[in-house]
């Protein structure tokens, strides 16, 4: 089958799971860009025969965003937003409300609000609901909000960073259904019997990148692309001028990772050289005005707001955003469009190229928090041509060296892959594009 008659596949599946009513949930696991916005928008729209259907968003953004897609293709139908003291960046008109109270928007067709929002509502009761981004969502804030509606559709993608909590959660380490754990594995805890449908294919990353990424982050659940090698395509309408950053930027024209290898060091994370690395990349990628072949809507030139640079720490960010600007500065070059931010705010976001720092890179040891599974996986997907990995030398002999300390739960489930694996898997396929600094 196509990928196109494969989604189609499963969508249809998905649809007459929820269609049926005869599960109080169904779950759809999805790869990284999958088009899982797109699929909750169509499911609601399709679900409003049976009356209101009101989605949970995680953060304002994600709602904002839902609501801009529903208007974009379907028109007819009425959206409320249920906010709180925002002031939401949607459009103001009669087939768009918004308001501070549900009772406000009862006619709507489809009502979108922040799980936390939902959590104030009361004396409101819905048929079926749709969780955005189910695996963002805590549990505890599913408690909340699950007395809304009889039933629920659960959307998310397994592979990205897990809910965050600045409390110490490890008095409920090992307990599936505890405040912290994330709101789909509560969910399947207590009604095993659930449905858990995959989307198989990634419309986001390319045929020449989804292979990496399926076989390191998603071994239960493989994906293909979207696309074939044909129809998408980098090229620069600048010649490289020779050294490593330029050698690193064709390298990720022709096979959509490159991997730029800076001498071994154990540094503190605002590397200079690291920094100086990353932001390098970023603007010589301006000056070689690069050009996308791809999707009517995404072809053409490759301006800075289609690139972004990852890191793991807001210091990082700090310091690659001002470090970013100076150079920009310096060489006459608007570099304001171009993101630069952790992987935690890049989660959801997409780019044509993307410049990541490693989370190891020049690291004395490998810690629970830079293994994390998730953070490698949200900085690796969020391209649809090229990715640049960045990292010093030594990541391999140190995860050889330090293997996570963690503590292990008894009860907890064990993650596949869990964050080592992950990390040797990816440097192990990087060293094929790997360019020295």
Not at 16 to 29: I, K, L, P
Not at 396 to 417: Q, S, T
Request: charged share 25%; proline share 7%; hydrophobic share 40%.
């Amino acid at each position: 089958m196509t990928p196109s008659e494969q989604h189609a596949q499963v969508i249809g599946d998905v649809a007459a799971d929820v269609q049926a009513g005869e599960r109080r949930a169904v779950v759809v696991d999805s790869p990284p860009g999958a088009g899982k916005s797109t699929f909750v928008v169509d499911m609601a729209a399709d679900l409003t025969e049976l009356g209101t259907v009101p989605i949970v968003a995680q953060t304002n953004a994600q709602a904002d965003d839902l609501v801009r897609k529903i208007r974009s293709g379907h028109s007819d139908l009425v959206v409320g937003r249920l906010v709180g003291s925002a002031d939401p960046d949607v459009p103001h008109d009669k087939s768009t409300l918004i308001s501070k109270q549900v009772a406000d928007l009862a006619g709507c067709d489809i009502v979108v609000a922040t799980g936390a929002k939902w959590g104030y509502v009361e004396d409101v009761h819905y048929e079926v609901g749709i969780v955005d981004e189910a695996y963002q969502m805590r549990s505890d804030q599913l408690y909340f909000v699950a007395d809304l509606f009889d039933r629920a559709l659960f959307v998310g993608d397994p592979g990205q960073l897990d809910p965050f909590t600045p409390a110490d959660d490890s008095r409920w380490k090992g307990h599936p259904d505890g405040p912290v754990s994330p709101a789909v594995a509560t969910v399947l805890h207590h009604l095993p019997e659930t449905p858990v449908h995959r989307l198989p294919v990634s419309w986001r990353l390319s045929a020449k990148c989804a292979p990496l990424v399926s076989e390191a982050f998603y071994p239960t659940m493989p994906f293909r692309a979207g696309s074939d090698e044909t129809e998408r395509a980098l090229t620069a309408t600048i010649s490289a001028g020779g050294g490593s950053t330029d050698d690193a930027i064709d390298e990720a024209i022709s096979n959509g990772w490159a991997y730029l290898e800076l001498p071994e060091a154990i540094v503190p994370t605002t590397d200079t050289l690291a920094v100086r690395a990353v932001v390098g990349l970023a603007v010589r990628a301006l000056e070689r005005e690069l050009e996308a072949k791809d999707t009517p809507r995404d072809e053409g030139a490759v301006d800075g707001s289609r690139i972004a640079i990852g890191v793991v720490h807001r210091d990082q960010r700090a310091v690659v955003r001002a470090t970013l600007d100076q150079v920009g500065k310096d060489k006459g070059i608007d570099v304001s469009p171009i993101t630069v931010n952790t992987a935690n705010r890049l989660q959801g976001r997409e780019f044509h190229l993307v410049v990541a720092l490693h989370p190891l890179s020049g690291r004395a040891a490998a810690s629970e928090f830079h293994l994390e599974t998730g953070r490698l996986c949200v900085l690796l997907s969020r391209h649809r041509h090229s990715c640049i990995v960045v990292s010093r030398a030594g990541v391999p002999e140190l995860l050889d060296a330090h293997p996570m300390a963690a503590p292990i739960w008894l009860g907890a489930p064990i993650p596949v892959p869990d964050g080592w694996e992950a990390n040797q898997q990816v440097i192990a396929a990087l060293e094929e594009y790997k360019v020295l600094a």
